[in-house]
């Protein structure tokens, strides 16, 4: 009996260490700015995510409209909790500045008339990440301070030009630090150096974004800030981009969740045998397995197949499989109407069935597919062959390295050489995604990557290209500067030497004269 105790106890508290490990966060959300213009969302912005935050099992220490005392006082209640934490996790919603390179948050009570008062009335980004590496495995910084700030402003004029300088906007890029953790993700609302926009919501749209997809279950931190990322470039109208610093050495979930088991029925799809008349049996089982995935990063590709199958078909059958899987999906109005369409008598029926009906397979029903249809992704794992089968040259490898880099699986820089680490981004990004970790891809593959980084990628093509044109018109003003200085030395040599007479005439004038000087002393 005592043994079987025992052995029951140690069940018991196996099942329970997941949810022993320590999780730690500091929530401030400054808005109410006493000595310049207050900023309507950073409260709201940390009071839902702190409610966030707690229901995925961190233990948040929360501040709404803190003075510099206060923020000193949860910084160190902070720090002591986050004291050997498996996560340890700032957000910060309210007005920031950078001075040399450093970030600061600024409390309400923040007046910052000179630069003395910089170390006094702010508080250094630097200084909170110091609590948060010790002993702490990853750590995770997420800063919506990016906003326009007249503090800094006022504080530039005070500085004068020869200081003011130092002075930048927006926030300065933080360099990931090696803590001897696991590693540490850093994210701005918007790119080093530019303005977050606060939102005309109650929420910042960075803190919309964020709190709508960091619970998402089964998905890596990386693979939610890719969607951030999208959803606020998306929402500003292209006008903000958020900037990611990743360095984790694996894959880091925030709310992991068990596959259901072989069997269970899924409740959004109901018995599909008794929802379709006569189903497809290729596009029900693609849309059950679409369903009941816990990969919710590949639900829309899937979707978007499914349909396509369905559409393709163009039978009602087909449809109601779409809508069986997907009953509220993209694309469920466009279903619904085209079943209406097809029982309606509008699809027109062949002069001669038999003859021009393809043939069905053995033993299917009338109107199933011959083909079946397979998960493209899962269906053919990645090898060496697969990949040299898509003939890509080292441009197209390079785009590959900066998609998986927007992706939040960090390969360096793109090289057009897939060595070591691109394989290991390579082998991280499919395992995110539920496919056979091989570090090679496939065709499908290869889309399904395209498509994930569709909107961050364009975002950086556009980058690129200002930064190139920024360059070039750097370079023609040098030249146009270059080649006023010949015209300049010029004139110089014509005002030194007389104004009309050139060199060589000089020399040749200045020659005879000295011949006939010399004969006359020699005479």
């Given at each position: ?82 004291y ?28 910052i ?65 090696e ?24 929420n ?9 997809h ?11 800030m ?30 992991k969740?068990?596959a ?45 197949l ?61 109107g ?34 900066t ?97 009309g ?23």
């Open positions: 009996m005592f043994t079987r105790m025992i052995a029951v106890l140690a069940i018991l508290l196996a099942g329970t260490v997941p949810a022993l490990a320590k999780r730690v966060a500091l929530v401030i959300g400054n808005g109410a700015y006493e000595h310049t213009v207050p900023l309507p969302n950073p409260s709201n912005d940390a009071e839902k995510m702190a409610a966030k935050l707690r229901s995925l099992g961190f233990e948040v220490v929360a501040g709404q409209d803190q003075t510099y005392t206060d923020m000193r006082r949860s910084v160190l209640d902070f720090a002591k909790k986050a050997g934490a498996e996560i340890a996790l700032l957000f910060y919603a309210g007005h920031g500045m950078q001075v040399a390179g450093q970030n600061l948050l600024v409390p309400i009570d923040a007046k008339e000179d630069e003395t008062s910089l170390d006094f009335e702010t508080i250094s980004v630097d200084f909170i990440m110091r609590q948060m590496s010790k002993d702490v495995k990853v750590q995770m910084v997420f800063l919506d301070a990016c906003r326009d700030n007249p503090l800094a402003r006022t504080l530039a004029r005070r500085m004068g030009p020869s200081r003011s300088g130092n002075l930048g906007t927006g926030l300065a890029e933080i360099k990931v630090a803590t001897g953790g696991e590693g540490s993700v850093i994210a701005f609302a918007t790119s080093p150096g530019d303005v977050a926009l606060d939102g005309e919501g109650q910042s749209p960075f803190t919309s974004a964020l709190i709508r960091i619970d998402t279950p089964n998905a890596s931190i990386q693979t939610v890719t969607r951030v990322t999208g959803d606020v470039y998306d929402a500003t109208e292209k006008r903000q981009r958020p900037w990611v610093n990743a360095s984790l050495i694996g894959e880091v979930f925030l709310n969740q068990a259901p088991a072989a069997g269970t029925e899924v409740a959004s799809l109901g018995s599909t045998a008794t929802t379709t008349p006569v189903p497809n049996q290729a596009v029900t089982n693609a849309a059950t397995a679409a369903a009941a995935t816990p990969q919710p990063n590949l639900d829309w590709e899937r979707e978007k499914i349909w396509e199958a369905a559409k393709s078909s163009d039978t009602v059958a087909d449809y109601e499989s779409y809508l069986s899987a997907y009953p509220n999906g993209t694309f469920a109005d466009f279903a619904r109407n085209s079943i209406k369409r097809l029982q309606g008598g509008a699809q027109v029926a062949a002069v001669n069935p038999a003859a021009t009906a393809p043939t069905t397979a053995q033993g299917a029903a009338p199933a597919a011959v083909t079946s249809l397979p998960n493209p992704q899962t269906a053919v794992p990645g090898t060496a062959e697969t990949e040299a089968a898509l003939g890509w040259n080292r441009t197209a490898r390079r785009e590959i390295q998609r998986l880099n927007l992706t939040g699986n960090n390969v360096g820089r793109p090289d057009g050489a897939f060595g070591p680490k691109t394989r290991a981004g390579i082998t991280a990004w499919q395992t995110a995604n539920g496919l056979v970790p091989t570090g090679f891809f496939t065709a499908s593959q290869q889309l399904l990557l395209t498509n994930q980084t569709a909107t961050q990628y364009s975002a950086y093509i556009a980058e690129i290209k200002r930064k190139q044109q920024a360059a070039s018109a750097s370079r023609s003003t040098t030249t146009r500067r270059n080649n006023t200085q010949p015209q300049r030395a010029t004139n110089t040599q014509r005002r030194n030497s007389g104004g007479v050139n060199p060589a005439g000089a020399a040749f004038i200045g020659g005879v004269v000295g011949g006939i000087i010399g004969g006359a002393i020699g005479r």
